[in-house]
């Protein structure tokens, strides 16, 4: 199911993983999202301590928008944990494609999330910030809401 969602400010603190490659990625931020979960705790003001979010920037081509961002969303930022940064996400419009199934077949279906996008006449904005909103996350299976920012 997709459709349209305008989001408010996101602040967001979690570790950023960067990687050489695609495959690097995929190893990286498993590992980068469990080792949050075991550290949550230490993260001041979480809105909902259920809900993992990732985000990255498609078409982004600037030092400091590299990677991918494995975060939980505060109320406020406080004081950021060791080894973790913070990260704040301004309010946008957002194409949105629940998924679930396993992680490792999300970048297939960002692709029926541009067609729908296409189909709807909404234009992509690749240089802004795309969320995934995680609700569940397992090795069998996610649960996903894959956010594509848009002009409306």
């Not at 081509?61 to 406080?78: A, I, K």
């Not at 189909?119 to 995934?132: D, G, I, K, Q």
């Amino acid at each position: 199911m997709s459709g349209i969602r305008k989001m408010g400010d996101k602040k967001l603190v979690g570790f950023r993983v960067i990687c050489a490659s695609m495959e690097g990625y995929g190893q990286a931020i498993p590992e980068a999202s469990m080792a949050l979960q075991r550290r949550k705790d230490e993260i001041n003001q979480l809105v909902e301590p259920v809900k993992l979010i990732g985000a990255f920037k498609a078409a982004e081509t600037s030092e400091q928008g590299d990677g991918y961002w494995v975060c939980y969303e505060v109320h406020e930022v406080e004081e950021v944990p060791e080894g973790m940064v913070s990260l704040v996400i301004p309010a946008n419009t957002y194409a949105v494609l629940n998924y679930k199934g396993r992680s490792s077949n999300i970048h297939q279906v960002y692709s029926d999330l541009h067609k729908w996008i296409e189909e709807h006449r909404y234009e992509r904005v690749p240089n802004e910030w795309t969320l995934e909103i995680y609700t569940k996350w397992t090795e069998q299976e996610d649960h996903v809401d894959l956010c594509d920012p848009v002009l409306c």
